[in-house]
């Protein structure tokens, strides 16, 4: 088809540039003759600022330590060596050991898989049902949706605490138990960013427009709804995972969450608690993994989202 | 002209009878349409005029079967279209067998062109969608298609366009793609509801002359609905004024503006503004508000606001009347009439 050679023609050359161009005027940096940032920008797009790669860079460490635990050149996490016993950091552990005398870096790397597998699998659970649930209930409104909103401001109203503790003790204690537990949590969450941000897209002429030119309803949910609605519902997914790295460390702070000996964050820091007079390092460095951890996702989420976010202007 | 074509008894494209719909409000039940009867052949442009809450917008998607189920409280009437040889009726019709006719037997243009497009759909795939739904063309075809339309309404490098999404055009352009996509199926009958409205002047011509222009070549019924008499004047073959959800004035476009008789007909006329005016002329407006159509008041609903209302206007409604040939008022005493005087 003559359109076809003429559409490959053009995507080299013309929306790439057209893009860059704008988002260097929004930005308002496009003055700054520093070669190099113009040549990282071109790379990595613009006005994200240094704090934010910093934040993502933090990021991708984990995700490698989490894929890559088992390959990397640190000790075996489970193997007790007596004499390094409470190690401080830089000693012949680089950041410690624990009372048991287990290399802290290491216990760190592994401790990463459980973090990041619960965040993943749990974000991701809560957002599909939770999301699912709230388009549906912002779509088609009525009684669905007063009944939904009710059983899920009960959920919200529940102490979460409490939930988990019930959950856990019915479902058990793996890996998968545990993310599952905490992702039914987060469907309250998701389904209320999902519906609000429903609500605002259903009232827009192309939905009506689109029934107009005989689109059914599961159409239009799949093609107009949903993609206008994924974007901040994703954005929100890096600040939710934040929220439950804390929350899945709290459960492990009560011994509650993946079993012993596997390492966790929140089990170190349980592990610690008891050093803390003689080796507070025990507790204190992977507080602190935590804190970055958090802190990043929560800065990167928080960067996308406003970045990502529907705007009138843009409609 | 247009009369001896109407003579010919053939079936009207569209019929429309005494339609009447009532929505769910808030505060109650909302008189929207009432009693609204008209008649569009092939190829005929009907202008429906009136202010905004006249129920222009309410009757269109009424047409169209888009007033959402639970918010429409009555729906009343008849809404006949013809489709090869049988006559259908609309009102009758379940979601699913509507569903089928929206798009290659009716199709709409809305308002505003800025939210009337999806935000992250390609101007190609939103053209090309409907054409694979109801014709049932592949990608390739459908897109081929979708190219053939662009250029039909007149934009430019359509290739180049149909990569693009919908905030890399102007108003004026996003609206022709609207056109575009209303077009896609070959409908019958165009609704237009307020077209132009949220567009620049300038702009504001081409696009109905583009209209107009793809109506005659294509012979579709298309109902042009505005608030503005200008943009009627010389592209609908007949015009109906609407006001409070009723059709108050109906007439052939050049009978009406020849011989109005509805005193709101004239007030709208009067509030056109005309560039033949010495400067400095006061603008005409017409005093007061359209009233509100929760519950109500009996009488003619133009009476608060009418220079010719009498008591009796505000007691009973007036019924629409022929007064000539297709020249039909709703009004006790229109102008021209004896007790009024001039």
Not at chain 2, 96 to 103: A, I, K, M, S
Not at chain 2, 311 to 334: K, M, N, S, V, W
């Amino acid at each position: 088809m003559p359109i076809e050679s003429g559409n490959r023609r053009r995507t080299p050359a013309e929306p790439l540039p057209v893009r860059r161009k704008t988002s260097y005027g929004s930005a308002g940096r496009a003055s700054r003759a520093l070669s190099f940032s113009v040549a990282v920008r071109q790379v990595f797009g613009s006005g994200f600022g240094t704090g934010f790669w910093l934040a993502a860079g933090w990021l991708l460490l984990v995700a490698a330590c989490a894929l890559f635990a088992t390959v990397l050149p640190v000790r075996d996490p489970l193997d007790p060596v007596i004499v390094n016993r409470l190690n401080a950091p830089f000693t012949s552990n680089w950041l410690g050991a624990d009372g048991l005398g287990r290399d802290m870096l290491s216990r760190l790397v592994h401790g990463a898989r459980v973090s990041v597998v619960i965040s993943l699998t749990a974000v991701s659970i809560g957002m599909l049902i939770g999301g699912s649930l709230g388009i549906l209930a912002g779509y088609f409104r009525g009684r669905f949706e007063r009944a939904l909103m009710a059983v899920l401001d009960v959920i919200l109203a529940f102490p979460w605490l409490v939930l988990l503790l019930a959950l856990v003790a019915f479902i058990g204690q793996s890996l998968m138990a545990i993310s599952l537990a905490i992702g039914l949590l987060w469907i309250p969450a998701y389904a209320r960013v999902a519906r609000a941000n429903t609500l605002s897209v259903v009232q827009r002429e192309y939905v009506l427009a689109a029934r107009a030119m005989g689109a059914s309803t599961l159409r239009i949910l799949l093609r107009e709804v949903l993609p206008n609605v994924i974007l901040p519902v994703l954005a929100y997914g890096l600040v939710a995972m934040g929220l439950v790295v804390i929350v899945e460390s709290a459960l492990a702070f009560l011994g509650l969450s993946v079993e012993a000996p596997q390492p966790t964050w929140g089990g170190m820091i349980a592990e610690g608690k008891r050093h803390l007079a003689i080796a507070p390092h025990v507790a204190l460095v992977p507080s602190i993994t935590m804190f970055l951890t958090v802190l990043s996702l929560n800065y990167v989420g928080d960067r996308l989202r406003s970045r990502f976010e529907v705007k009138e202007s843009n409609l | 002209m247009t009369d001896s074509q109407h003579q010919t008894q053939q079936v009207p494209l569209l019929r429309v009878e005494e339609l009447t719909v009532r929505l769910r409000g808030e505060a109650g039940i909302v008189h929207a349409v009432s009693d609204v009867s008209f008649q569009l052949q092939r190829g005929q442009t009907l202008g429906i005029v009136g202010e905004s809450g006249s129920g222009k917008s309410v009757m269109a998607r009424a047409l169209m079967g888009l007033l959402p189920r639970r918010a429409t409280h009555l729906m009343e009437g008849s809404v006949s279209l013809a489709v090869d040889g049988r006559v259908l009726e609309l009102l009758k019709l379940s979601e699913r067998e509507f569903r089928t006719l929206r798009g290659p037997r009716l199709a709409m243009v809305f308002q505003d062109p800025m939210t009337a497009l999806n935000p992250v759909l390609t101007l190609g795939v939103q053209i090309a969608e409907p054409l694979q739904l109801h014709l049932g063309l592949n990608k390739a075809q459908a897109m081929a298609r979708a190219l053939e339309l662009l250029t039909q309404v007149g934009i430019p490098d359509p290739e180049g366009r149909l990569r693009q999404y919908p905030h890399q055009l102007s108003g004026g352009m996003r609206q022709r793609v609207v056109i575009a996509i209303a077009l896609a199926c070959d409908p019958q009958v165009l609704l237009a509801d307020e077209p132009t409205t949220a567009l620049d002047v300038t702009v504001q011509r081409q696009v109905l002359d583009l209209l107009l222009a793809l109506q005659r070549e294509r012979q579709m019924g298309m109902v042009l609905i505005t608030h503005d008499l200008g943009v009627v004047a010389n592209r609908a073959d007949h015009i109906a004024v609407m006001y409070a959800g009723r059709i108050v004035e109906y007439a052939p476009t050049s009978r009406l503006f020849s011989s109005m008789r509805h005193p709101y007909t004239e007030a709208l006329f009067k509030s056109v503004p005309r560039l033949s005016d010495p400067s400095h002329t006061r603008l005409h407006a017409i005093p007061g508000r359209p009233p509100q159509l929760i519950d109500p008041a009996p009488g003619c609903a133009f009476a608060p606001r009418c220079p010719n209302a009498q008591q009796r206007c505000r007691r009973e409604t007036p019924a629409l009347a022929q007064i000539g040939d297709q020249h039909l008022h709703a009004c006790f005493y229109p102008i021209g009439s004896k007790e009024v005087g001039a």
